[in-house]
């Protein structure tokens, strides 16, 4: 079988006032259509950095090493993501073949849009749909990832919502293009046991 996607020496470093700082060094692996995959590590040891490589999300100081690669199996082609330049190149693997729930939602949700704007935005933008249609998926996420009520908490604004409820707004938002890959940043980190058993 094919893989979704393949990563191959990975080495990534940043640019800072004392010099390059390697934050990960020769990372490879490949991952397969029903695969779960596991980055283990100690804080700091360079995993949320080797998440976000495969979507190009690092911040601009971000430099690869010649010999990174990292391919996708999307669309029937492969896809050089190292190479991707411009927005439009980006979207098939930003809101594409790729979503990821990142770890802190409260940093992530915009604050001044309720959440089912933020989730029919995405659903707008990536797969085409009317206000009215987006607005309609919006709802059947928010009832999928069981936020009780969804017609109404739809129109709730982030800090209307509890830890465990945000995240899952989140993750709403993750599968709303119906990724091929689906990147969980700790996903669970500031939340009780209990909300982190539901979210699993």
Same mark, same amino acid.
């Given at each position: 079988?094919?893989?979704?996607?393949?990563?191959?020496?990975?080495?990534?470093?940043?640019?800072?006032?004392?010099?390059?700082?390697?934050?990960?060094?020769?990372?490879?692996?490949?991952?397969?259509?029903?695969?779960?995959?596991?980055?283990?590590?100690?804080?700091?040891?360079?995993?949320?950095?080797?998440?976000?490589?495969?979507?190009?999300?690092?911040?601009?100081?971000?430099?690869?090493?010649?010999?990174?690669?990292?391919? +996708?199996?999307?669309?029937? *082609?492969?896809?050089?993501?190292?190479?991707?330049?411009? @927005?439009? =190149?980006? &979207? #098939?693997?930003?809101?594409?073949?790729?979503?990821?729930?990142?770890?802190?939602?409260?940093?992530?949700?915009?604050?001044?849009?309720?959440?089912?704007?933020?989730?029919?935005?995405?659903?707008?933008?990536?797969?085409?749909?009317?206000?009215?249609?987006?607005?309609?998926?919006?709802?059947?996420?928010?009832?999928?990832?069981?936020?009780?009520?969804?017609?109404?908490?739809?129109?709730?604004?982030?800090?209307? +919502?509890?830890?465990?409820? *945000?995240?899952?707004?989140?993750?709403?938002?993750?599968? @709303?293009? =119906?990724? &091929? #890959?689906?990147?969980?940043?700790?996903?669970?980190?500031?939340?009780?046991?209990?909300?982190?058993?539901?979210?699993?």
């Amino acid at each position: 079988m094919t893989s979704l996607i393949d990563v191959e020496n990975l080495t990534l470093s940043f640019r800072t006032d004392e010099g390059l700082v390697t934050a990960v060094e020769d990372v490879s692996f490949s991952l397969k259509k029903g695969e779960v995959m596991g980055l283990v590590g100690e804080s700091g040891s360079g995993k949320s950095v080797t998440a976000k490589a495969l979507m190009q999300l690092n911040p601009g100081n971000a430099v690869y090493d010649p010999k990174s690669k990292i391919t +996708l199996h999307a669309e029937g *082609r492969e896809v050089d993501v190292l190479s991707l330049k411009k @927005a439009a =190149e980006l &979207k #098939i693997v930003r809101g594409g073949a790729i979503s990821m729930i990142f770890q802190e939602p409260m940093t992530s949700l915009n604050p001044v849009y309720t959440i089912g704007e933020q989730i029919a935005e995405v659903l707008r933008r990536h797969q085409g749909l009317g206000t009215r249609a987006a607005w309609s998926k919006a709802i059947d996420l928010l009832d999928a990832v069981r936020i009780p009520n969804p017609k109404a908490r739809v129109n709730d604004y982030p800090h209307q +919502l509890s830890g465990g409820q *945000r995240q899952r707004v989140m993750i709403a938002i993750a599968l @709303a293009c =119906e990724p &091929k #890959i689906l990147i969980a940043d700790e996903p669970t980190t500031a939340l009780d046991v209990t909300v982190q058993a539901q979210i699993f």
